[in-house]
């Protein structure tokens, strides 16, 4: 098992930035792949963007390139969301995954691929 624990949500204005983190603990070294999906109200969950653990090869879905940025810090267990230039349509739950794979190009952005889901943690963006 894996436990995944998000942090950095907040309130911030439309313009500003968000630094999310998501630290792991448990079975780790069974980790490929590590992702950022988040929920607005009243619609279904989606994917941000992904990384692959070992490789460090990133995935950005089209909204967010440009202004997301996913690293990892593998000595921490750790992977980060930089998130610029929010918008109001970033206001979402964003939620940590962690996949044991393999994955293909695909993989990445399916939520069904992942294994382990953290909390959510709540970001919102005022206009």
């Known amino acids: 098992q894996v436990q995944l624990v998000e942090s950095g949500g907040g309130l911030v204005q439309a313009g500003g930035s968000l630094r999310l983190s998501c630290a792991a603990s448990?079975?780790?070294?069974?980790?490929?792949?590590r992702g950022w999906f988040r929920q607005a109200p009243g619609k279904e969950r989606e994917f941000v963007s992904a990384i692959r653990w070992n490789a460090g090869s990133t995935y950005y879905e089209d909204p967010v390139k440009g202004r997301f940025t996913i690293s990892r810090d593998v000595a921490r267990e750790t992977v980060y969301l930089q998130m610029n230039s929010l918008k109001v349509e970033d206001t979402a739950v964003y939620y940590c995954?962690?996949?044991?794979?393999?994955?293909?190009?695909?993989?990445?952005?399916?939520?069904?691929?992942?294994?382990?889901w953290g909390q959510g943690t709540q970001v919102t963006v005022s206009s």
């Open positions: 448990g079975r780790t070294s069974s980790t490929y792949a």
């Open positions: 995954a962690a996949g044991r794979g393999p994955f293909s190009g695909r993989d990445y952005s399916n939520e069904r691929a992942y294994d382990y």
